[in-house]
């Protein structure tokens, strides 16, 4: 039965939508629709502020949790890595005029409940449970490497090439951690948890 279309996409436009008609030729930082995505941009730099303070203090009871001593030191290693995100975001404030403010994002709440669950729903000194480990904090990187690089990108459109390269300086550790939690789960981990 492939007879109904979808109606038309419905997104309901939202005040973001920008309006295309004004010549942008002078880069005057005034103009209204401006001003409203920066607002958008800094609600979202608040978001991931608040996802990174959570999981610096969520990496250490998962680097605990660990069974295997490697995925114990990667979660060690991000858990600083994630300080510095912290760090970088809070320089990201300073140059944007804006007080480094955290507000609750709902989705890294939810990927670090997920993270529990899996500890609770695992024993202690097995590798299924670092495979379960490895597959929440995967979600987590995957999250970060969407939210940074869209910032990234806003930053940019911006014009704030200072801003975005802070921002893509993270982006790219977000992404060697989730390749660095791969060779981990490929080396040995999904294998062994197999065989238990
Ligand atoms: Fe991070
Ligand atoms: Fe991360």
Redesign the pocket.
Known sequence: MATTKAPAKTAAKKTTAVKTSSKSSSKSSSKPEENEFQDFFIDELKDIYWA?KH?AKALPKMQKAATSPELAAAFEKHTL??QA?ISTLEQVFELLDEKAVAKKCDAMAGLLEEAEGIIEDTDEGTLIRDAGLILAAQKVEHY?IATYGTLAVFAKTMGRDDVAELLVQ?LA??KETDVALTTIAEGFVNEQAAAE
């Open positions: 990174e999981l890595e994630t995100h970060e993270t550790n977000e």
